[in-house]
Nanobody, 122 residues
Framework: QVRLDESGGGSVQAGGSLRLSCVVSEYTGSTPCVGWFRQAPGKEREGVARIIVPSDRPYVADSVRGRFTISQDNNKKTVYLQMGDLKPEDSAMYYC???????????????WGQGTQVTVSS
């Protein structure tokens, strides 16, 4: 069973930055893609960034492009989400996920972390 552990969430003021980390217990044929999703209360889970691990190819959603970047450190089996110029609407629980089908939909991922809370105050 692949495990994912997120960290780095917290409370910041608008305009601030945070870096989230996702440690993946192992990379297997079932986990070529690692993505970051977020979910605010009453809203659907939204994909914000993903990375194809073998090729190191990143994708960032239009809604956060220019403010968020995704990267990885293969030696540490860690995927990072660097978030800048944070806005109150970025407040959500952020989840790391790994899977095969990838994409922007949650059902493309088989393994999920417990999430880390990000709160941005105005």
């Amino acid at each position: 069973q692949v495990r994912l552990d997120e960290s780095g969430g917290g409370s910041v003021q608008a305009g601030g930055s945070l870096r989230l980390s996702c440690v993946v217990s192992e990379y297997t044929g079932s986990t070529p893609c690692v993505g970051w999703f977020r979910q605010a209360p009453g809203k659907e889970r939204e994909g914000v960034a993903r990375i194809i691990v073998p090729s190191d190819r990143p994708y960032v959603a239009d809604s956060v492009r220019g403010r968020f970047t995704i990267s990885q450190d293969n030696n540490k089996k860690t995927v990072y989400l660097q978030m800048g110029d944070l806005k109150p609407e970025d407040s959500a629980m952020y989840y790391c996920a790994a899977g095969v089908r990838c994409g922007w939909l949650a059902d493309g991922y088989n393994f999920w972390g417990q999430g880390t809370q990000v709160t941005v105050s105005s």
